[in-house]
């Protein structure tokens, strides 16, 4: 019993890190992939590009 309870305090004070502060898990989009491409190369990070086609 008492070891569940150290587990649950763990991963509910370990869950409050995995944010950065001020962050709150939103994701700035940019719409541009030319502007996104520089922006991610720019900040040394990486890039996901979604695209959809019809055939």
Known sequence: ???RLL???F???G???AVAPGHLGR???VKDPAA???KA???NRAAML???AEW
């Open 15 to 17: 869950g409050a890190h």
């Open 27 to 29: 994701v700035d989009w």
């Open 11 to 13: 991963v509910l004070v």
């Open 36 to 38: 996104g491409l520089q």
């Open 1 to 3: 019993m008492r070891a």
């Open 50 to 52: 979604f695209f959809t």
């Open 41 to 43: 190369k720019s900040e």
């Open 7 to 9: 587990a649950v305090v």
